[in-house]
């Protein structure tokens, strides 16, 4: 599945285990994915390949715990992918609101809410379900 933010400073291929059609998605509760109306999804035998055109026009942006880093297009303001760096390998969830879905594929949104997580446990839980491989394939600069 490709996607990209609006302007397509950002583009990603993930690449979905063939046997799943089902898309599981987290709308979290906290305050940066409701404004921002990011949802996110992954999958521990999916893989991330990211493209981007111009690095100095994509804002990461930390809070809280700054174990994760979200990445915005500061040309079109999408947060495209999250990324988590746990123990030197790098982790990765999708904002299905940027990912061009095929028709054979469904998506399933539940309502998530990770507050309370102490940091191992979140790191934990990341490593148990994000995407574990994520490479840049073409970082223009």
Known sequence: ?????HCENIRFDLR???????????????????KHGAIWTSHT????SIDIAEASLVSNYEFGTTTANFHVCSAC???AFVLSNINEALY??????????PEEFSLVVASTDFDGEN???????????????????????
């Open 1 to 5: 599945m490709r996607g990209s933010c």
């Open 16 to 34: 979905w285990p063939e046997s799943e059609e089902e898309i599981p998605a987290r709308k979290c509760a906290c305050s940066f994915c409701q």
């Open 45 to 48: 035998r999916a893989t991330l």
């Open 77 to 79: 303001g999408v947060p």
């Open 92 to 101: 990765a969830v999708v904002n299905v609101n940027a990912l061009e879905i």
């Open 119 to 141: 940091t191992e446990s979140r790191l934990e839980r990341r490593k148990r379900n994000w995407i574990p491989t994520v490479t840049f394939d073409n970082a223009r600069t």
